[in-house]
C-alpha cells in the first residue's frame, strides 16, 4: 500500500521558516524523484522544488530559489523542505510527489499536503 505523509505545515509570520517532512511507505523510494508542488487558493498547481533519486542534483522554481532548500534521506524514505524567509505568496498546501521514469514507463505518486499559511 503506497503511502506518502506530508508533515510540518502550519502558520507562520512572514520572514518565518518552516520545515516540511514527507514520509513514504509502499515503494523503493530511493529510486524515485521527488517532488514538492504547491496549489494557493483559487490556483493552479506550482511546481517547487525536485531532487533526484541520489539526492545529489536539486531543482527550483523561480519563486522560492535562495529561501526553499530540499533534501531527502533515503534511509528513511523521508524528503524534506527547508523554507525560509517565508512570504504570504508562499501561502498553498504543499504535496509531495514522487515519479519514476522507466523503460518508457511511469510510476508516480501523490501525498495528500500539508497546509502552509504565511500572515501576521
Known amino acids: 500500500h503506497v503511502q506518502l505523509v506530508a508533515s510540518g505545515g502550519g502558520l507562520v509570520q512572514p520572514g518565518g521558516s518552516l520545515r516540511l517532512s514527507c514520509t513514504a511507505s509502499?515503494?523503493?523510494?530511493?529510486?524515485?524523484?521527488m517532488y514538492w508542488v504547491r496549489q494557493a487558493p483559487g490556483k493552479g498547481l506550482e511546481w517547487v522544488s525536485g531532487?533526484?533519486?541520489?539526492?545529489?542534483?536539486?531543482y527550483y522554481s523561480d519563486s522560492v530559489k535562495g529561501r526553499f532548500t530540499i533534501s531527502r534521506d533515503n534511509a528513511k524514505n523521508t524528503v524534506y523542505l527547508d523554507m525560509s524567509s517565508l512570504k504570504p505568496d508562499d501561502t498553498a498546501v504543499y504535496y509531495c510527489?514522487?515519479?519514476?521514469?522507466?523503460?518508457?514507463?511511469?510510476?508516480?505518486?501523490w501525498g495528500l499536503g500539508t497546509q502552509v499559511t504565511v500572515s501576521s
Open positions: 509502499g515503494f523503493t523510494f530511493s529510486t524515485y524523484w
Open positions: 510527489h514522487a515519479d519514476q521514469l522507466v523503460s518508457g514507463s511511469r510510476n508516480d505518486y
Open positions: 531532487i533526484n533519486s541520489g539526492g545529489d542534483k536539486t
